[in-house]
């Protein structure tokens, strides 16, 4: 295929999944999606594998989907339709969490099937014994809702009654979902119209074509980039907080990553076995997690299949990144998938120095159900966490971001939950001197304090990083760590720690959720004074901070002293050896 | 009555002035250069010479990018944003979205408020809108007084829920106004009453960044003004398609930042409408970008944001106009895995494409129109400046046709097929997001660069016809005497339709529309020249998001919301493609009303007259690169010898001083009335 044809396609395609995501995010009913963003379409080839995503999507879901949609193609071959739409949200698949639920649908074209187009998003609850189904210390995954493989939903066209009714029968709120059920469903079918207009316009032999090139297009851009990686073995390893509730021992993930030609392996058989609680990953969301860090490291190749191709995996079933049912998994995307991409940004932290930062926070799920006294009306609320990211070779790292894969999804503006939920924001900023101090420092984590306004809740915490921090790199230092604190600096106040399960808040308890900054990247103790009378200007870090941290002195004029830096300075290099 | 009105458009490289003549009907253009260290000289300039009288002048109409370059340059002023305790992050964390999904290396771009600048102030008030901390004024005038020595020209204010309860942004702005009367203060809810803080707190933080600067500006050129005998308030384009006087410049500060896409396409409405084109979509295409925009049965699409940059929101109603990186000076070049790519970087007009000869190495998309020879070999300009094509035939060769190992022409070509595809895509998205099929539209093609890529970019899109303005190079000046003037206004309501009776939601609507009348009556405009529109936000009730619809007052006459809810099914149905059962309840987001001052105009403005002989001879002919026969000769005819009802089958192409068009092999062409071409084909 000429090169020109292949770059209009390209963005014709990224254009498909563009306008299937806009047309969820803007028509569906769970606020997770249409505030969130929490949405990730994509289309696949014939085979299932991924070719295309567009600029808002999640990766995590994208990387995934890729699944379950191989899933469908094996087991429904010589068995699908024009008209067929699947619904599946089974993690042992390739789904994420049971909230996230991907509709999928095979475009045919003139009777061939050419491909498919895929949407996955957050529903608001999918079922299982807390509200909202997050839920950490769940010990199976039946606690945590429906678990639906890939059925279809719509067999030629018409809905599947019965599958459908199962599944509004098991979920709070089915009007709701029924709302973004329908939402999806219309999203697949723009994506299913825009291809075949494609297929009309360009031909269906070059569509077919484009599809192949598209995944060995990516996958050469990719593999001269590992060529340029200096060969060996490289290792990291970094710890969960703690198995379950009735083990507090921290849980070990362990990856050797081998980088040999143009060719990677990461092996995570070092890692613990999986755990009695939902904190756990799959095959496909370790995979998932390790492209996601790679592709961050390589921005210009374009994510799809060809991502996937140099690079193998050897995940051992039944580990905490492999677990197999009825292992719990609700925790899985603010834990172990978390962890991956730390584990897998360390083990590339000493191949490629220049593009490696400090480790970033990890992702803080918040679920909170209860009863609005006014109203008497029963309400679920999701909240998530934005923060830091590590320090740079050459720069600091950047503050208040959401994850690494889920870049597009938008935070819920305070005014929006305060008008849905019986609640108030007292503080919703940036977390001083929370960035773990470098060269380049980390950048900043975030706080948020609201008050119980009315009636009681029961609240559910998702996450980790707590006893283990995001770590520095090259004398970087660790950020400070994460937590989810009760009445916070008062005499009420209780530690409720990230795992915590349907705890009771009442009237007027505030909640505090204290989110990590990135780890630093080099000594602190060079860092420019320039810099750091700048941070100190803008209130992100203290004076206190940068004298113990940095060997800073700040004068009454807010000004560094650099004399008497230089002197504490020498005293601090001094003590350290 | 009859008035004289004079359109004054200033870009970044020409300042446009159109003049209408109220006794002969007729209209003058006048392009002089802009003066970029003081605009208002140029204003001035092509005034005199236009050789209009100022004291004769009824309206003076106004465009200005001042608002824009300003942000986009970091221009702007000073600014202290006073927010409620604990919310000062909230410019900086935006919605929290990375705008690249893969990149470590990847930042925010700075605030436009840097974050010591940002100051909390303890009061809040909740979301029903109840106080629960007052305002302290001894609280408030000390965190000014902090800032004062730090050279603050501007104060923005946006606290926490303001947008149900304006009380306590109003009596901080009353404090700081009057303890600081030489501050720009500008508040949130004066802008909008919305919810969602990121974006109230974004726009006021616009507005107060760019007021003083506008502000000054306005000063001085209505002094300017007055002083040649003009008597009334500057007319000012804003985002929104109307004009509104300057002042207070507080209002329009923030509603300026689209002013010069908002007059063009105001203008393709126009022009269409005198051509009976009821559907058109616009591709207006400079040196560095192309604005997308939609007349759909008449109307042009609006939205309810800008962004500016990544994170820079202006929540405010504006022409829904679509920007790619796409223009003349829209560099090539490939990437990593060898594909070819076009922009969004741009070589502007220094150093521009590499045939201007100016130093540019990059090859450009104009760069690939001269050596097609689609574009004029030896100068653009209408002659007035010179080119080299031998230097943008290397650079091609050189920079894409060896790497790619293609033959230099089919690698122009390509060049050309890339920027078309981007710019179809960005219409089939604009288009596609409404539920119109695209079919229904014709295209209006305007700006330099807009005639010469239009043809392709329409059979791309599978439509068929296409509308070549007369002038389109000043399609944004001819906007500004097109317009109307226009208030927008919005109050959030945020009820279930069940817990709302339609008398109420009538009082309501009373309220903005008195509101409305008056402000139309302080800008001169009687009862009979008042219109008013009014819409309803609404959404399924579990939904965030609102579709805005228009509301017919018979709708909400009776007691039932029946009408309202049918209405709303229909829509959902159109731009979703579902819609819920017919019990589904529905909630009242907001409410909004546009008021129009309907300005006196005269004679076809946008028609000229056009002369020529009845069958014109080409100027000259040159040879052109088509993709299936090689270079072939084609004739070259100048517009100004293209007399109206003459028409011709391509290949042609058409030069004038601010554009050239291309007419494809086999297509047809018509000169309309008022001197505009449409070009059809099979």
Same mark, same amino acid.
Request: charged share 25%; proline share 4%; aromatic share 8%.
């Given at each position: 295929?000429?090169?020109?044809?292949?770059?209009?396609?390209?963005?014709?395609?990224?254009?498909?999944?563009?306008?299937?995501?806009?047309?969820?995010?803007?028509?569906?009913?769970?606020?997770?999606?249409?505030?969130?963003?929490?949405?990730?379409?994509?289309?696949?080839?014939?085979?299932?594998?991924?070719?295309?995503?567009?600029?808002?999507?999640?990766?995590?879901?994208?990387?995934?989907?890729?699944?379950?949609?191989?899933?469908?193609?094996?087991?429904?071959? *010589?068995?699908?339709?024009?008209?067929?739409?699947?619904?599946?949200?089974?993690?042992?698949?390739?789904?994420?969490?049971?909230?996230?639920?991907?509709?999928?649908?095979?475009?045919?074209?003139?009777?061939?099937?050419?491909?498919?187009?895929?949407?996955?998003?957050?529903?608001?609850?999918?079922?299982?014994?807390?509200?909202?189904?997050?839920?950490?210390?769940?010990?199976?995954?039946?606690?945590?809702?429906?678990?639906?493989?890939?059925?279809?939903?719509?067999?030629?066209?018409?809905?599947?009654?019965?599958?459908?009714?199962?599944?509004?029968?098991?979920?709070?709120?089915?009007?709701?979902?029924?709302?973004?059920?329908?939402?999806?469903?219309?999203?697949?079918?723009?994506?299913?119209?825009?291809?075949?207009?494609?297929?009309?316009?360009?031909?269906?032999?070059?569509?077919?074509?484009?599809?192949?090139?598209?995944?060995?297009?990516?996958?050469?851009?990719?593999?001269?980039?590992?060529?340029?990686?200096?060969?060996?073995?490289?290792?990291?390893?970094?710890?969960?907080?703690?198995?379950?509730?009735?083990?507090?021992?921290?849980?070990?993930?362990?990856?050797?990553?081998?980088?040999? *030609?143009?060719?990677?392996?990461?092996?995570?058989?070092?890692?613990?076995?999986?755990?009695?609680?939902?904190?756990?990953?799959?095959?496909?969301?370790?995979?998932?997690?390790?492209?996601?860090?790679?592709?961050?490291?390589?921005?210009?190749?374009?994510?799809?299949?060809?991502?996937?191709?140099?690079?193998?995996?050897?995940?051992?079933?039944?580990?905490?990144?492999?677990?197999?049912?009825?292992?719990?998994?609700?925790?899985?995307?603010?834990?172990?998938?978390?962890?991956?991409?730390?584990?897998?940004?360390?083990?590339?932290?000493?191949?490629?120095?220049?593009?490696?930062?400090?480790?970033?926070?990890?992702?803080?799920?918040?679920?909170?159900?209860?009863?609005?006294?006014?109203?008497?009306?029963?309400?679920?609320?999701?909240?998530?966490?934005?923060?830091?990211?590590?320090?740079?070779?050459?720069?600091?790292?950047?503050?208040?971001?959401?994850?690494?894969?889920?870049?597009?999804?938008?935070?819920?503006?305070?005014?929006?939950?305060?008008?849905?939920?019986?609640?108030?924001?007292?503080?919703?900023?940036?977390?001083?001197?929370? *960035?773990?101090?470098?060269?380049?420092?980390?950048?900043?984590?975030?706080?948020?304090?609201?008050?119980?306004?009315?009636?009681?809740?029961?609240?559910?915490?998702?996450?980790?990083?707590?006893?283990?921090?995001?770590?520095?790199?090259?004398?970087?230092?660790?950020?400070?760590?994460?937590?989810?604190?009760?009445?916070?600096?008062?005499?009420?106040?209780?530690?409720?720690?990230?795992?915590?399960?349907?705890?009771?808040?009442?009237?007027?308890?505030?909640?505090?959720?204290?989110?990590?900054?990135?780890?630093?990247?080099?000594?602190?103790?060079?860092?420019? !004074?320039?810099?750091?009378?700048?941070?100190?200007?803008?209130?992100?870090?203290?004076?206190?901070?940068?004298?113990?941290?940095?060997?800073?002195?700040?004068?009454?004029?807010?000004?560094?002293?650099?004399?008497?830096?230089?002197?504490?300075?020498?005293?601090?290099?001094?003590?350290?050896? | 009555?009859?008035?004289?009105?004079?359109?004054?458009?200033?870009?970044?490289?020409?300042?446009?002035?159109?003049?209408?003549?109220?006794?002969?009907?007729?209209?003058?253009?006048?392009?002089?250069?802009?003066?970029?260290?003081?605009?208002?000289?140029?204003?001035?300039?092509?005034?005199?010479?236009?050789?209009?009288?100022?004291?004769?002048?009824?309206?003076?109409?106004?465009?200005?990018?001042?608002?824009?370059?300003?942000?986009?340059?970091?221009?702007?002023?000073?600014?202290?944003?006073?927010?409620?305790?604990?919310?000062?992050?909230?410019?900086?964390?935006?919605?929290?979205?990375?705008?690249?999904?893969?990149?470590?290396?990847?930042?925010?771009?700075?605030?436009?408020?840097?974050?010591?600048?940002?100051?909390?102030?303890?009061?809040?008030?909740?979301?029903?809108?109840?106080?629960?901390?007052?305002?302290?004024?001894?609280?408030?005038?000390?965190?000014?007084?902090?800032?004062?020595?730090?050279?603050?020209?501007?104060?923005?204010?946006?606290?926490?829920?303001?947008?149900?309860?304006?009380?306590?942004?109003?009596?901080?702005?009353?404090?700081?106004?009057?303890?600081?009367?030489?501050?720009?203060?500008?508040?949130?809810?004066?802008?909008?009453?919305?919810?969602?803080?990121?974006?109230?707190?974004?726009?006021?933080?616009?507005?107060?960044?760019?007021?003083?600067?506008?502000?000054?500006?306005?000063?001085?050129?209505?002094?300017?003004?007055?002083?040649?005998?003009?008597?009334?308030?500057?007319?000012?384009?804003?985002?929104?398609?109307?004009?509104?006087?300057?002042?207070?410049?507080?209002?329009?500060?923030?509603?300026?930042?689209?002013?010069?896409?908002?007059?063009?396409?105001?203008?393709?409405?126009?022009?269409?409408?005198?051509?009976?084109?009821?559907?058109?979509?616009?591709?207006?295409?400079?040196?560095?970008?192309?604005?997308?925009?939609?007349?759909?049965?008449?109307?042009?699409?609006?939205?309810?944001?800008?962004?500016?940059?990544?994170?820079?929101?202006?929540?405010?109603?504006?022409?829904?106009?679509?920007?790619?990186?796409?223009?003349?000076?829209?560099?090539?070049?490939?990437?990593?895995?060898?594909?070819?790519?076009?922009?969004?970087?741009?070589?502007?007009?220094?150093?521009?494409?590499?045939? !201007?000869?100016?130093?540019?190495?990059?090859?450009?998309?104009?760069?690939?129109?001269?050596?097609? *020879?689609?574009?004029?070999?030896?100068?653009?300009?209408?002659?007035?400046?010179?080119?080299?094509?031998?230097?943008?035939?290397?650079?091609?060769?050189?920079?894409?046709?060896?790497?790619?190992?293609?033959?230099?022409?089919?690698?122009?070509?390509?060049?050309?097929?890339?920027?078309?595809?981007?710019?179809?895509?960005?219409?089939?998205?604009?288009?596609?997001?409404?539920?119109?099929?695209?079919?229904?539209?014709?295209?209006?093609?305007?700006?330099?660069?807009?005639?010469?890529?239009?043809?392709?970019?329409?059979?791309?899109?599978?439509?068929?016809?296409?509308?070549?303005?007369?002038?389109?190079?000043?399609?944004?000046?001819?906007?500004?005497?097109?317009?109307?003037?226009?208030?927008?206004?919005?109050?959030?309501?945020?009820?279930?339709?069940?817990?709302?009776?339609?008398?109420?939601?009538?009082?309501? !609507?009373?309220?903005?529309?008195?509101?409305?009348?008056?402000?139309?009556?302080?800008?001169?405009?009687?009862?009979?020249?008042?219109?008013?529109?009014?819409?309803?936000?609404?959404?399924?009730?579990?939904?965030?998001?609102?579709?805005?619809?228009?509301?017919?007052?018979?709708?909400?006459?009776?007691?039932?919301?029946?009408?309202?809810?049918?209405?709303?099914?229909?829509?959902?149905?159109?731009?979703?493609?579902?819609?819920?059962?017919?019990?589904?309840?529905?909630?009242?987001?907001?409410?909004?009303?546009?008021?129009?001052?309907?300005?006196?105009?005269?004679?076809?403005?946008?028609?000229?007259?056009?002369?020529?002989?009845?069958?014109?001879?080409?100027?000259?002919?040159?040879?052109?690169?088509?993709?299936?026969?090689?270079?072939?000769?084609?004739?070259?005819?100048?517009?100004?010898?293209?007399?109206?009802?003459?028409?011709?089958?391509?290949?042609?192409?058409?030069?004038?001083?601010?554009?050239?068009?291309?007419?494809?092999?086999?297509?047809?062409?018509?000169?309309?009335?008022?001197?505009?071409?449409?070009?059809?084909?099979?």
């Amino acid at each position: 295929m000429d090169t020109i044809t292949f770059s209009v396609l390209q963005s014709a395609f990224k254009s498909i999944a563009d306008e299937m995501n806009i047309n969820m995010f803007r028509s569906a009913y769970s606020a997770v999606i249409t505030e969130g963003r929490d949405i990730g379409a994509a289309l696949f080839n014939g085979n299932g594998n991924l070719i295309v995503q567009g600029e808002s999507d999640l990766g995590v879901f994208v990387t995934m989907m890729q699944y379950s949609v191989r899933k469908i193609v094996e087991v429904y071959e *010589g068995n699908l339709f024009e008209g067929d739409v699947f619904i599946n949200n089974d993690p042992f698949i390739g789904g994420t969490h049971f909230n996230d639920v991907g509709v999928i649908k095979p475009v045919f074209y003139k009777g061939k099937r050419i491909g498919f187009v895929a949407i996955a998003g957050h529903w608001a609850d999918v079922g299982g014994s807390t509200p909202g189904s997050l839920n950490s210390v769940a010990e199976e995954h039946f606690e945590e809702g429906l678990r639906i493989p890939p059925v279809k939903i719509m067999e030629r066209g018409v809905m599947a009654k019965g599958v459908h009714d199962i599944i509004m029968s098991n979920v709070r709120i089915p009007w709701e979902r029924e709302g973004d059920l329908s939402s999806q469903i219309s999203s697949v079918a723009i994506g299913e119209r825009r291809v075949i207009e494609l297929a009309d316009k360009y031909g269906v032999e070059n569509i077919l074509e484009f599809m192949e090139e598209t995944i060995e297009y990516a996958k050469v851009m990719l593999e001269k980039e590992i060529d340029k990686i200096p060969d060996g073995s490289y290792f990291f390893e970094e710890y969960m907080d703690e198995e379950s509730k009735y083990c507090k021992d921290p849980v070990k993930i362990a990856v050797k990553m081998t980088v040999k *030609g143009n060719r990677m392996e990461f092996d995570f058989s070092g890692s613990d076995p999986q755990t009695r609680s939902a904190a756990n990953g799959t095959y496909s969301s370790t995979v998932s997690a390790v492209i996601v860090t790679i592709k961050s490291l390589f921005p210009d190749v374009p994510m799809s299949y060809g991502c996937f191709l140099p690079i193998s995996f050897i995940i051992p079933e039944g580990t905490v990144v492999n677990a197999r049912p009825p292992a719990a998994i609700s925790a899985m995307a603010g834990t172990v998938y978390e962890k991956v991409i730390g584990v897998s940004l360390g083990a590339l932290a000493h191949a490629c120095p220049e593009k490696s930062t400090g480790c970033p926070h990890g992702l803080i799920n918040l679920v909170m159900g209860g009863v609005d006294d006014k109203t008497g009306e029963y309400y679920v609320m999701y909240l998530f966490s934005e923060g830091g990211f590590g320090g740079r070779a050459t720069k600091d790292g950047s503050s208040g971001l959401v994850s690494l894969f889920g870049g597009g999804a938008r935070i819920t503006p305070v005014e929006v939950f305060e008008r849905k939920y019986p609640i108030l924001f007292n503080q919703w900023s940036l977390r001083q001197d929370s *960035g773990g101090p470098g060269r380049f420092r980390g950048g900043n984590g975030s706080i948020k304090r609201f008050v119980i306004a009315r009636g009681t809740a029961k609240l559910s915490a998702l996450g980790d990083r707590e006893k283990f921090p995001p770590w520095g790199l090259f004398g970087g230092k660790p950020a400070m760590p994460q937590g989810l604190v009760l009445n916070m600096g008062t005499e009420r106040e209780v530690n409720l720690t990230l795992k915590a399960s349907n705890y009771l808040v009442k009237e007027g308890d505030e909640v505090t959720v204290l989110v990590a900054g990135g780890g630093g990247y080099g000594d602190p103790l060079e860092r420019d !004074y320039a810099l750091a009378e700048k941070d100190f200007l803008h209130g992100l870090l203290s004076s206190e901070h940068l004298y113990q941290e940095y060997g800073i002195v700040i004068d009454d004029q807010d000004k560094v002293d650099t004399a008497a830096s230089d002197r504490l300075r020498a005293e601090m290099r001094e003590a350290a050896e | 009555m009859k008035t004289t009105n004079i359109g004054i458009d200033v870009g970044g490289t020409f300042t446009d002035g159109i003049f209408l003549d109220p006794v002969t009907g007729k209209t003058i253009v006048k392009k002089v250069h802009s003066t970029p260290h003081n605009l208002r000289e140029g204003v001035m300039n092509a005034i005199a010479q236009s050789g209009y009288d100022l004291s004769a002048v009824d309206l003076f109409m106004h465009g200005t990018t001042i608002a824009t370059n300003a942000v986009i340059e970091k221009k702007g002023s000073k600014v202290a944003l006073i927010t409620t305790r604990g919310f000062r992050d909230v410019l900086k964390i935006r919605r929290t979205t990375r705008g690249r999904l893969y990149d470590l290396q990847w930042d925010q771009p700075d605030e436009l408020v840097e974050r010591r600048y940002r100051l909390e102030l303890d009061e809040r008030i909740d979301s029903m809108g109840n106080v629960i901390r007052s305002v302290d004024k001894s609280e408030l005038l000390s965190l000014v007084e902090g800032m004062t020595s730090e050279g603050i020209e501007a104060v923005a204010i946006c606290f926490i829920n303001s947008y149900i309860n304006p009380s306590h942004e109003e009596q901080a702005a009353a404090i700081i106004r009057e303890a600081y009367p030489h501050l720009y203060v500008t508040t949130s809810s004066e802008l909008l009453r919305e919810w969602r803080e990121f974006e109230r707190m974004s726009t006021v933080s616009v507005a107060a960044y760019v007021g003083p600067l506008l502000k000054d500006y306005i000063d001085i050129l209505s002094r300017d003004s007055r002083e040649k005998g003009y008597q009334n308030d500057i007319l000012l384009m804003l985002s929104n398609g109307g004009v509104a006087p300057v002042y207070p410049v507080e209002h329009i500060a923030p509603r300026t930042l689209l002013s010069g896409p908002a007059a063009a396409a105001i203008a393709m409405k126009g022009i269409s409408k005198q051509l009976d084109e009821r559907s058109v979509i616009s591709i207006d295409s400079g040196g560095t970008s192309t604005d997308i925009a939609i007349v759909y049965n008449g109307e042009l699409m609006t939205r309810d944001e800008q962004e500016i940059e990544f994170g820079t929101v202006v929540h405010l109603p504006i022409i829904d106009v679509a920007t790619i990186g796409a223009g003349g000076g829209t560099l090539a070049w490939i990437d990593r895995g060898g594909m070819l790519n076009m922009g969004p970087t741009s070589a502007g007009a220094m150093p521009g494409p590499v045939c !201007y000869n100016q130093g540019g190495e990059e090859p450009a998309l104009t760069d690939a129109n001269v050596l097609l *020879g689609r574009l004029n070999q030896t100068a653009l300009l209408g002659g007035s400046f010179p080119i080299n094509v031998a230097l943008s035939h290397d650079a091609i060769a050189k920079k894409i046709a060896e790497p790619l190992s293609m033959d230099v022409y089919e690698a122009a070509q390509g060049m050309l097929d890339i920027v078309n595809e981007n710019i179809a895509n960005a219409v089939r998205r604009l288009v596609a997001n409404r539920g119109f099929d695209i079919r229904e539209f014709a295209l209006f093609a305007c700006g330099g660069a807009g005639p010469l890529q239009a043809v392709a970019v329409a059979k791309t899109l599978n439509m068929t016809k296409v509308i070549v303005p007369r002038y389109p190079g000043i399609t944004a000046a001819i906007g500004l005497l097109m317009s109307d003037v226009r208030y927008d206004y919005v109050e959030s309501v945020i009820l279930p339709l069940s817990e709302l009776a339609p008398a109420q939601l009538r009082k309501r !609507y009373h309220v903005l529309l008195t509101k409305a009348s008056e402000d139309l009556a302080r800008a001169d405009f009687d009862s009979d020249h008042r219109r008013f529109t009014i819409y309803a936000d609404l959404r399924y009730m579990a939904q965030t998001h609102e579709l805005t619809m228009e509301i017919d007052p018979e709708d909400i006459a009776g007691d039932g919301w029946d009408v309202i809810a049918e209405k709303f099914h229909v829509l959902h149905q159109a731009s979703y493609g579902y819609a819920a059962s017919n019990d589904e309840p529905l909630e009242l987001v907001s409410i909004r009303c546009s008021g129009f001052g309907i300005l006196d105009k005269s004679g076809d403005i946008g028609f000229f007259e056009v002369g020529g002989a009845a069958v014109p001879k080409p100027a000259t002919e040159r040879s052109v690169y088509f993709r299936e026969t090689g270079f072939q000769q084609v004739p070259v005819f100048r517009r100004d010898d293209l007399p109206q009802g003459y028409s011709g089958i391509g290949p042609v192409i058409i030069e004038q001083m601010d554009t050239t068009i291309f007419v494809g092999p086999g297509d047809r062409f018509y000169c309309e009335k008022g001197g505009n071409l449409i070009i059809t084909w099979e």
